[in-house]
């Protein structure tokens, strides 16, 4: 099995997240309730995500010195740090009330939520993960 089947597993999940809420928002944008119940979800999975990547391929990476490994994870693992306190801050900013004064707002927010993090998945898929399965 290689080393990063459960990470690309927990980015088909937090995609699929991604997808309900951003399919709810259009769906029922005045549902501020169940759209903060999806972002929780969304939140707790990530935190998981990112702890895990943070305490288990990061180190691994940077103590392997073959394929550029030690610069790519520091690359990956510095431009994650943006990501995650981005994710946090929305996270934060979004809660019941917020949603429900302002649902294009948290739409809109979604939105680009939705594609940074997509673009970093994919970059993840493309790049880190086949670069650990070779070299741990």
Do not use: C
Not at 85 to 107: E, L, V
């Amino acid at each position: 099995m290689p080393y990063t089947d459960n990470f690309k597993r927990q980015h088909q999940e937090l995609l699929g997240l991604v997808g309900e809420l951003a399919a709810k928002v259009k769906a029922d944008p005045g549902d501020a309730k169940g759209l903060r119940t999806l972002l929780s979800a969304l939140s707790g999975k990530l935190t998981v995500h990112l702890a895990m990547e943070d305490k288990a391929l990061y180190p691994r990476l940077l103590q392997v010195d073959a394929d550029n490994s030690r610069g790519l994870a520091r690359a990956f693992q510095q431009e994650m740090g943006g990501l995650a306190d981005s994710f946090a801050q929305f996270n934060q900013k979004w809660q019941t009330g917020a949603i429900a004064a302002d649902p294009g707002g948290f739409a809109r927010a979604t939105q680009d939520l939705a594609s940074a993090l997509g673009r970093r998945i994919a970059r993840e898929n493309a790049e880190l993960y086949p670069l650990a399965d070779r070299v741990l």
